[in-house]
């Protein structure tokens, strides 16, 4: 029974959702550099420089050159699209209220002492103020997708028999199955990965580092997964790895270190950073974060049973979900009015700006 988490479980923390930006851009006015506009309002370096303190808190290297480049304009179009997405949600009057932002921040702060809390915040080096910006911009968001696509979306019965009657070996467990997922990232270079593919060990530590801060704050797993894994195999479907039979995980030959963070999950917690090295040379092939989405116990499941439906359902969603978020916002970009200075100075400059 295969699932891919949705992802509106993004609706926590943002506070971390950017990569690193920190650099002079293009046009200039009495608040500062302005790096881009979007419709008039301009999106300035120290708003992007916040970003970047938080985001590379605690990473020991940082980036530089051609790759600092790389991930400025990787930044400053998340940054875009998501002030495109809160002058749509003002349109259709969907900003979050403070209510909305207070009961959220409730929400997030539950497990955590105020002491801890504030520890927190001040390892990501951000204020409480910088947190509920970042809180009102995500439910923004959530309230724009959920009106704007998942409210649409319908799965009906027939889709689920379909589904079922096409894949039914799928629901036959001969032993207990562990539902995986997972986020990798390389330091070889490979041509067909995207997702801003990591070229060196350097590259791939910071950015794993930089993934697991974002799950950490509460980001989504599938959606980081489809967003920022390099395994081209399973990042289209935000990381899902399927069913892993109990047997293959306990065979000696599965990387220790794995086996006993899979073992330590409950459903829906996450490994720390893993490496992950070929079974035969025990050579690092990579770096990854692993997801426990399910544990079933063995036997066949029919259509009857309500987990498979659910699950079914949830995965059929959650994939027309996807592709239909991926439509709408670039249709939104495209009804926008976007000045990327910033973008028009690394063009001026042949790739030398900073």
Known sequence: MKKIPSWQGMALILVTAFLFLGASCGSKDGKGDVMATVDGRKIYREEVDKYYRTQTAGSAQQPSGEQATSLRLSI???????????????????????????????????????????????????????????????????????????????????????????????FNFVEPQYHLARILVSPIPNPQAGNNKAQNDTEARQKIQNILNRLDSGDDFATLA???????????????????????????????????????????????????????TKQLIGYQIVKL??????????????????????????????LLKAAYDEAMHDQAKVENFYAQKVLDTNGSAQ
Do not use: C
């Open 293 to 322: 989405v399910s544990k079933e116990p063995a036997g066949q499941r029919t259509l009857g049973d309500p987990r498979v439906k659910e699950a079914i359902r949830a995965q059929l969603r959650d994939r027309r979900e996807q």
């Open 76 to 170: 400053l179009r998340q940054l875009i699209d998501t002030e495109i997405l809160m002058r749509r949600a003002e349109k259709l009057g969907l900003l979050a209220t403070d209510d909305e932002v207070d009961r959220r921040i409730t929400e997030v702060k539950a497990p955590y002492t105020n002491e801890e809390f504030d520890a927190r915040l001040k390892e990501r080096q951000i204020t409480l103020d910088d947190f509920k910006r970042e809180i009102r911009r995500q439910l923004t968001m959530d309230k724009v997708f959920n009106k704007e696509i998942t409210s649409k979306i319908n799965i009906s019965d027939q889709d689920i028999s379909d589904y079922y009657k096409a894949h039914a070996a799928e």
């Open 226 to 280: 489809a967003n920022l894994s390099e395994d081209t195999e399973t990042a289209g479907n935000g990381g899902d790895l399927g069913f892993i039979p109990e047997s293959s995980l306990k065979n000696p030959k599965t990387d220790p270190a794995t086996r006993e963070a899979v073992a330590k999950l409950q459903p829906g917690q996450h490994t720390s950073i893993l490496p992950w090295t070929d079974a035969a």
